[in-house]
């Protein structure tokens, strides 16, 4: 592999398109389920739909929180590629394995600390 920080930032450039188009898809899809949901009946125990209802809503919203954690910490490992911390362990300041940056580009820490 070649792990150049211009590999390492195409990379994450491309992570983060496929992640936003991610986050902007769940979040049409989220919106389609609240509007759907505009209309029904609000007694989830009752209404054989309610509950369905509720339940895409928060899987979709717990699909939008995760996709959010996740931009976070591609604009973060940008970040530290831009300020020439990228590649290093947090916790030890070695040298992250390229292996294991190929396989996780936002890695913080060596897998000695990943733990």
């Known amino acids: 592999m070649d792990d150049t920080p211009a590999t390492a930032e195409e990379r994450l450039a491309d992570e983060r398109a496929a992640t936003v188009e991610r986050l902007e898809a769940l979040r049409r899809g989220f919106e389609v389920?609240?509007?759907a949901s505009v209309g029904a009946n609000a007694d989830d125990e009752h209404d054989p739909e309610g509950s369905t209802i509720a339940y895409e809503r928060s899987q979709l919203s717990a699909l939008v929180d995760q996709a959010e954690r996740r931009l976070g910490e591609i604009e973060a490992a940008l970040a530290r590629l831009a300020d020439g911390g990228y590649g290093r362990c947090e916790r030890c300041g070695r040298a992250i394995p390229a292996g294991r940056l190929e396989a996780r580009p936002?890695?913080?820490?060596?897998?000695e600390h990943a733990g």
Request: hydrophobic fraction near 45%; aromatic fraction near 0%.
């Open 106 to 111: 936002t890695a913080t820490r060596c897998i």
């Open 33 to 35: 389920v609240v509007d």
